[in-house]
Each structure stands twice: as C-alpha cells, then as structure tokens.
C-alpha cells in the first residue's frame, strides 16, 4: 500500500471540522493550566471562536466529491454535516449560557468548556460514523461526557443524584447497544462497516432471523435513551431537574440530535431488511413519547422538570419523520431538529437567566414577571409558544412539516395522535404564559417582587444577552423565511447516497405492500 | 392591495407592542390604534367601492412564492363571500378600539393585540390558500387568549383557557382536514384551485366533509360544542366582546361556506338535510337557553348562537338565495351583536350591573340612560327580526331561500325568530322600563360612548331601508357556487333513486 493510496485512503480533510474542536479543546485545556482563573474572562470566547471556526470549515465541507474517509468508518455526506453544525451550534449557544452559570457556581469554566467541547466532538463524530467501533467510541465519548457535565456542579447533591442515575442507565443502556452492535458482527460474518453488514447479512442469508430483530431492539433500546423517547425516558426528568441547566441544554439539543443522527443512519443502512419492523417499533416509541411526555408535562411544577416531559414529547414529534422514512421525512426531521435549537435554547437561555437573578426555576415563581423584566417574558413566551406551534412562529412550520411528511407517507393516525398532543401541549406551554403575562401586579410572587435590578454589563451576562436574542430572532423568523432552512434541509436529504439507497428499497417494498389493498 | 388590509394592522400592532413602555399615555396608544385601524377602514371601503359586482371570482388577486416544499403560497384574493366579512373586521375592530376605555390597563399589549387579530382575521379571510387560512386562523388562538384572560371579568382565568383549547381542538381538526384534502387528492399545494375533490370517493369527501363541519362548527359555535362561547363572551370585556362575536364567529360560517360547500360540492348536499337541522336545533336551543338567562350579557351570547344557526340553515338549503341570506346574516348579525355588546359595556359601566333582577327603568329619561335603552329597544328589535332593520332583511331572505329546500327546519326557525322576540322583550322589560330604584345615581353617558352604537344603530336602519346594500356584493358569488353544486347534486339524487 503506497503513501498516496493510504492518503487517499484516510481522506483526512473530511474531519477538519472536527479537528478545529480538538486544537480549541486542546488550547482551553492548555491555557486554564498556564494561566489558572485569570483566563475564564475569555475562554468561553476562545471555545466560541473554534466552534464558529469549525462551523465554517463544514460549509465547506458541503457536497464534497468524497465523503467517504478513514476506510469507510467516517462518512460526511451532507446528512452529516447538517447534524454536525446542529451539534456545533447548540454547543456554541451552551457556552455562551453557561459562562456566567458555572462562575457562579464556583467552578472552573475551562474544565467545563473542555468536557462539553469534548461531548461536541462525540456527537459530531457520531453524526458521520458509519463503522460500529467507531460509533461506540463517538456514543461513549458523548455519554462520558454528559455524565462528567451532569454532576459537574458537584457541592449541589441534585446534581450528585442526576450524575450517578444518568450513569447507571447510561452505562446499562450502552451495554444493551454494545450487545446488539456485536451481535451485527457476529451476525453479517464479521462485518463492521455498515454498509458491509448490510451485504453480509444478506449474503448470509440469514433474512428475517430472530438474531437480526434481536439486534434490531438492542440497539433500538441504546438509540431511544439518547433521544429519550419513552419508555427508555426515565432518566430525563430526574437528570433535567439536577444537572446545571446549559448542560441540559446541551443535552435536550446537542445530544439528541446525534442520537437522531444514529438512528438514521444505523437504521436505514445497517437494517434495510427489518425495515418494516424498526418502523413499528419506532411508530410505538412515537405513540409513547408523544401520549407520556404531553400528558405528563401538565402535572409539573419545576420549569426543568416541564421541559424535560417537553423534550420527551418533541422527540415523539421528530420520530414522526424517522417513521415516514421518505425524502420529506428525513428533511422535516432535519428541518425541526434546526428549528428546535433555536427555540429550546432560547427557553433554556430564559431559564437560566431567571435562575441567575433570582435562584429557582418553581413556574409558580414566574408569576408577574412581565412587569420587572419585559425581555426575559417576551423571550420566554415565544419559545414555549414556538415550542407549542403557535403560528407564525418557527415551531409551526416545523410541525406541519413533520405532519405533511407523516401525512403523505401514510401516518395517518401517528399524525392525528401528533396533532391532539400538539393541542395538550399548547396547555402546559400556555400555562408559564399565563404565569408571566396574565397574573396581576399583586399576585407577583415574592421572588419577582424582589427582582434585582436588569444590569447586563455585569461579568458574563453580555453572552447571554447575545444568545438570548439571537435564538429568539431566529425562533421569530426562521417560520417565516424559513425557506433557506428548507432547501438546507431537502438538499442534504436529497444529496446523500445513503438516504436515496434506502428510500428506493423502502419505496419498491411499500409499493409492493400497497398495491394489494388498492387493487382490492 | 389587499395586502395592506393584513399588514398595516400587524406592523401597527408590533410598532405599538414594542413601543419603549413609559414615553407613552394609555390615551396615546388608544388614538393611534384607532387611527391605525381607521385607515384600514377606510381603505377597506375603498376597495369594497373598486370591487366589481358582476365579477363571481376572485379579484384584487395576489400572488407571491412562499415556500415550495410545503405547497404554501401567499395568495390572497377577494369575492363576494370574503368582501363584506372584510368591512365587517375592520369596521368592528374600529369600533372595538374605539369602545375601549381610555385608561385600559396595559394599553401597549392590548391594542397591539386587537391590531394583530383583525390583521389575522383579514388574512383568513382574504387566503387563497389553505395552509395559509390555517396560519391566520390560528394566529387568533393567543391574542384572544391573552384579551379575555387579562381584560377580562372575574372568572376570566377559566373562560380564557376553555377557549384556548376549544380552539385549539377545532384547529387540530381542520389543519387535519387540510392535510387530508391536499393529500388524498394528490395535490402537491393547498392553493384553493390546485384541490379539487371531485376525483375523491363520497366515503372520503363525507369524511372529510364532517371533519371542516366540526372543526368550524366549534368555532361559529353550533350546539354540542358551542359551551365555551357563554364562558368567554360574558367574561370578555365589552370591546373584545364585539369582537370575538362579531369577527371570531363569522370565521366559523366563512370556513364552513369556502371549504365545506365550496370544496365538497357533491358531500354538502348529502348531509344537507342533517345539517339544516342542526341549524334548527342550534337556534331553537340558542333561543330557549336565552330566554331562561338572568345576565344580560349571558342572553346576548345565546342570542349568537341562535342567530349562528341560521346561517347554518342557509349553508345547507344553498340555493342561491339562501346563499345571499347567509352572508347578510353573518354581516347584520356582526353589526346587531357589536351594538347590543357595546351597549351592554356600557349598561354594565354605569350601572355596574348585568342581572335582570337588578336592573330597571333605564329608560327614565333624566336619571336613567334613556339614549342608551333606546338603542338598546333598537338593537333588540333588529335582532329579533322586526321588518325594517337589518336582521329582518337577513332573516327573511334566509328564509324565503331555505323554504324550497328544508321547509320543517325553515319553519322551526321562524318559529325560533319569534323566540328571539321573547327574550329581547323580557330583556327590555326588566331594564328600560318599570321604575327607576329611587337610590339610583348613573353617571353621566358620554358622547364618545354612544358614538360606536349610533354609527351601528344608523348601519343597522340604514341596510334594513336599502337592502340592496346589504345583498348586492354577494349574489354573483352565490349563484356561481350554487351552480357548481346543482349538476352533481342531480347526478347524486339519481344514484340514490337507483340504489
């Protein structure tokens, strides 16, 4: 194997992106040790500059002539770059929440901005991994990290709890994964890429055997516990409520966007044969999430506790598209997985600020707030309202591009179900609304009525500031003119290889499946 | 130009909201929501005098790409179904603004609020395209919530959020019709003419059909799900009263004629005759519930009810007359139920009281509000279909249009208008005449508060003089969706004789 082979081989400017974040990673490590404290004024900034950087560099990346690098163990298509920047991004929005949060909690900003870059790099590697060690490592790098950030603010003994229950069902549900990607290996004849083990599986000739479904669910019960649907959810709300909120942030967008990167892919190449199965599988896990996380949510009391049940519930939404499994449907996930960064950190953005100046996060606390602090409320009620699909808001137009793709793939009940939760939810995001806006001047509960005074030129709120608006422009907006996202969207679906395979198999199978009722 | 009638509000309304809070009186904001909303007017009747009368299609059209992937195009158009609902929204959202106190409470979210409602309101009725008539529809759902829960009376909180979800649930239900009409047709657009459900099996159309049936019918309301309208109308303060009775409801008839008459031509007549009654029993229940009301304000909102059902009525008999009725009705009923809720505000303001066993002789003409009660005597009677005023007009043409089609639920209904008389008559017996409690004080009834009731009072005089007025902007449109109908309605009835 000559030197050019081996080059062209690793084709490795396909990562350059993530190599941005491993040399910013590698310098916040390396600056917080020369330079101690004094350096957290501008480490954030130095993240936020190499996230950017990295987000750049996978604009470039796009449409490249050769995704495939690594010898097919990393593949950045176009599906991959769009999940990669989702990663990024939402990681860029957690470091801007989290300078001021963690300086307030006494802790290191570096060490917390390293292990979140790392989670970053996890995801983002996760999004483009197409070999199974090689998702195992980017899954664990990811979940390492998030439970390292869960219990990061470790005086608080929430936080401990949150760590070590995260741990547990983590660690378990990645062994479920590991059994059933080894059971894949064992399965395709020693297969680890995923295309191979598709080949081999089929070459095999072991079809529809009862080691594949196996497989099929045990990876099923890893994929579900990233995305939390339920009934892999139960660490959600117990972690929510624990963990430092732009670690739930990170969480409710960053690391269930790869886990939703996983699934596609793992699915869609590795089981094109079950294809049928993981659908109902998935259409149950749907039904779950949307019917728990929705009825649920309105028993809530913590704001953390409610947006906890609300991602589980928006997860069944995003699940709607996986089931769909047609052009639409992939790029309607992408679409509202996009939309739903903008508008979840905007709310967690709100979130934290409420708990910075005034230290708790009960919805019974925001009762008045409209009167102290105009911009947190108006910020607050549009993402929870966006979040709810209130037209003309960009939560809208990401739901009714789910329901279209479910709609026109045949959903038809998986999609009125969507729009009854839809309308349960409306009640629970209205009822923080109503907290906020509605209630009198004297029901202001205590915590409002001593309101510090709004001062953003304090340490560490200007970055939040700038979050907060730009996530609640773009959550306004990206509804409206929303067609650049759009074309986004359909244009990665449509330009990767992988996705088009797998939607010509599944569209011959279904109208083999179709065409028998419609002639009846 | 149609465009203006959806934006100058909006924009008015995110101008007022985001307007920097302590510059500005609560006085201030009133003037320029009301100079804002009276350009609209204005403009509005300025196109009502362009719109060409003889044209049955869709004119003043616009037409802009919006984004392909979901089939949604910002398309607007007017006929002669939508053009009197336009004049209606705006000249009610004047009035609305106007009737409004002028130390409203948080006059920024308010009047930016009513802005962005009649801005939504003019976008529905002006799409042309279906998920674009979603998104103005459902545009309403929050602003309305926020204006009965925070302006509200004492029972706001529930009357806010029973709204909020009976809303919300005919939302779902209509959005799930939309998807549903777009996709089994094999459009890939929810513009108006790319769907056409013909192609469709009657089982589908009739299933979709009662899906736009129930939808709007929680929003018109017709009788099982009207229970959030008494709730939300009594405890909604006077001005947004007028609105979500005189607007709100009309969006219900106007989905239910454009949608389910004009999209299921061959459907609508089948369930036709379950529909007029329907409409019968909604207006004799409307009626019978009124009449049992102690709260004014409680009797006006059945009133709405009753009167809704007429329309309904009219929507199934869809002979071209009755088609002309309906909108009449929708029109005059909008006008009849601004002036009785304004007039009810204000009996409420000075009096501060709503109950039929505590209010008497208002019309004692110095102590009393002798102006206030004759209009109320005035509005009562046009609602109640005395000849004359505009209600009668509206009625009877519904009537004479429905008789051919539905006679027994025509004749319930007229035997319903004559309960409509009963309730209004006890309604004025026990507030404007008897005597006046000798400790009654009333404050002075200002000039500018019986301004919105008389200009309604002359409307109301007026189109019940010259009718033509009234009727002469529909007829075309009517007699082209009835001509759209009657083809397949005789290819339906044949069918069935053979089966």
Not at chain 1, 366 to 378: A, F, I
């Amino acid at each position: 194997m000559d030197f050019a082979n081996l080059a062209s081989q690793l084709n490795a400017g396909t990562i350059l992106p993530e190599g941005i974040v491993i040399i910013t990673l590698l310098g916040v490590l390396i600056v917080d040790l020369i330079l101690g404290r004094t350096s957290a004024r501008w480490i954030g900034y130095l993240a936020i500059a190499g996230l950017l950087a990295s987000i750049v560099a996978l604009y470039f990346q796009w449409d490249a002539t050769n995704p495939i690098s690594f010898s097919g163990a990393f593949n950045g298509d176009d599906l991959s770059i769009v999940f990669r920047g989702i990663i990024a991004l939402s990681a860029v929005t957690t470091i801007l929440m989290s300078i001021r949060y963690i300086e307030q909690s006494g802790t290191a900003l570096a060490e917390f901005i390293a292990i979140l870059l790392t989670a970053t790099l996890g995801g983002m590697f996760l999004s483009g991994a197409n070999e199974l060690v090689m998702i195992f490592i980017s899954l664990e790098t990811l979940s390492i990290s998030s439970y390292l950030l869960t219990g990061y603010t470790k005086r608080d003994p929430r936080s401990n709890e949150a760590a070590l229950k995260y741990l547990l069902i983590g660690a378990s549900s990645t062994a479920v994964f590991l059994y059933g990607v080894s059971l894949l290996y064992g399965l395709s004849g020693g297969q680890t890429e995923l295309n191979a083990i598709a080949n081999g599986i089929a070459t095999a000739k072991v079809g529809q055997s009862l080691g594949l479904v196996i497989a099929l669910v045990f990876v099923i019960a890893g994929i579900g516990f990233k995305i939390s649907a339920a009934p892999f959810h139960q660490w959600t709300p117990d972690v929510y409520e624990g963990a430092p909120t732009p670690v739930i942030a990170f969480l409710s967008v960053g690391s269930k966007a790869a886990g939703f990167a996983l699934a596609i892919r793992l699915l869609t190449t590795a089981f094109p044969l079950v294809a049928e199965e993981w659908k109902f599988v998935f259409t149950a896990l749907a039904v779950l999430s949307m019917v728990l996380g929705n009825v649920v949510a309105l028993a809530q009391t913590s704001m953390k506790r409610m947006l906890a049940y609300s991602s589980i519930a928006q997860a069944g939404f995003v699940m709607i598209g996986l089931i769909a499994g047609t052009n639409a449907g992939y790029s309607s996930m992408l679409f509202y997985l996009l939309v739903y960064l903008f508008m979840n950190l905007c709310g967690f953005t709100c979130i934290i600020l409420f708990s910075l100046r005034t230290g708790t996060d009960q919805i019974a606390e925001y009762s008045g707030l409209y009167q102290k602090d105009p911009l947190l409320t108006l910020a607050l009620s549009i993402s929870l309202l966006s979040l709810g699909g209130i037209p003309p808001l960009a939560g809208f137009f990401g739901k009714i591009y789910l329901f279209w793709a479910g709609w026109q793939a045949g959903l038809y009940w998986l999609v009125l179900l969507g729009l009854v939760t839809s309308v349960v939810s409306i009640y629970y995001y209205i009822r923080v609304v109503k907290m906020m806006v509605v209630k009198e001047p004297q029901e202001m509960s205590d915590v409002v009525k001593n309101y510090p005074e709004i001062r953003w030129n304090l340490p560490g709120f200007r970055p939040l500031q700038v979050g907060l608006i730009v996530t609640l422009i773009a959550t306004t907006i990206a509804g409206i003119l929303s067609n650049p996202l759009f074309t986004l969207a359909n244009n990665s679906v449509a330009n990767t290889p992988m996705l088009q395979a797998a939607i010509i198999v599944n569209t011959q199978a279904s109208i083999i499946t179709t065409e028998q009722p419609e002639a009846l | 130009m149609l465009s203006v009638l959806i934006w100058i509000p909006i924009l008015g309304a995110a101008i007022i909201g985001f307007w920097p809070s302590g510059t500005i009186t609560a006085n201030r904001v009133r003037l320029s929501a009301l100079t804002l909303s009276g350009l609209v007017l204005l403009w509005n009747l300025f196109i009502l005098f362009k719109f060409d009368i003889t044209n049955p299609g869709m004119q003043f059209q616009e037409y802009l790409p919006w984004n392909e992937t979901l089939g949604l195009n910002y398309q607007l158009g007017a006929d002669g179904l939508s053009i009197l609902m336009l004049v209606l929204n705006s000249l009610l959202t004047w009035i609305a603004i106007y009737s409004s106190s002028k130390q409203t409470e948080r006059p920024r979210l308010f009047y930016s609020m009513i802005l962005l409602i009649s801005g939504g309101v003019a976008g529905a009725f002006l799409a042309e395209n279906l998920l674009l008539f979603f998104l103005f529809y459902e545009l309403e759902l929050i602003p309305f919530y926020l204006l009965i829960s925070i302006w509200g009376g004492e029972k706001r909180a529930y009357a806010g959020i029973k709204f909020l979800i009976y809303t919300a649930v005919s939302g779902a239900l209509i959005l799930a019709t939309f998807l549903g009409m777009v996709w089994l047709t094999g459009s890939t657009n929810f513009s108006f003419d790319a769907v056409s459900t013909e192609k469709l099996s009657t089982a589908k159309q009739l299933l979709l059909l009662v899906g736009i049936v129930i939808g709007f019918g929680i929003k018109i309301p017709l009788v099982p799900f009207h229970t959030w309208l008494p709730d939300a109308y009594v405890e909604a303060s006077a001005p947004i009263a007028i609105l979500l009775g005189g607007v709100l409801a009309k969006l219900g008839t106007y989905g239910l004629l454009r949608f389910g008459l004009g999209m299921f031509p061959n459907a609508w007549s089948i369930i036709a005759p379950t529909l007029a009654i329907w409409g019968a029993i909604s207006a004799i229940y409307g009626a019978l519930i009124a009449i049992a009301q102690k709260d004014i304000k409680r009797m006006v909102a059945y009133s709405s009810i009753g009167h809704m059902g007429y329309v309904l009525l009219a929507a199934a008999a869809s002979t071209s007359l009755a088609l002309v009725g309906a909108v009449a009705q929708m029109f005059s009923h909008g006008l009849i139920l601004a002036i009785l809720f304004h007039l009810v505000g204000v009996v409420e303001a000075k009096v501060g009281t709503r109950e039929l066993d505590k209010l008497n002789g208002l019309m004692s003409p110095i102590r009393g509000l002798p102006l206030i009660s004759a209009l109320l005597v005035l509005s009562g009677m046009a609602s109640a279909g005395i000849p004359g005023l505009t209600g009668f007009i509206a009625e009877f043409i519904v009537f004479q249009g429905s008789y051919s089609a539905f006679p027994i639920p025509t004749l319930l209904c007229v035997v319903t208008s004559g309960f409509t008389a009963v309730y209004f008559v006890i309604l004025l017996n026990r507030t404007c005449f008897g005597r006046l409690d000798s400790l009654a004080y009333y404050p002075q009834v200002l000039w500018s508060e019986k301004a919105p009731a008389l200009i309604l009072a002359v409307l109301i005089i007026f189109l019940g003089v010259q009718p033509t007025w009234l009727v002469r902007w529909s007829e075309p449109t009517a007699t082209e969706m009835v001509s759209a109908i009657l083809p397949i309605d005789k290819t339906v009835i044949s069918q069935l004789a053979v089966k």
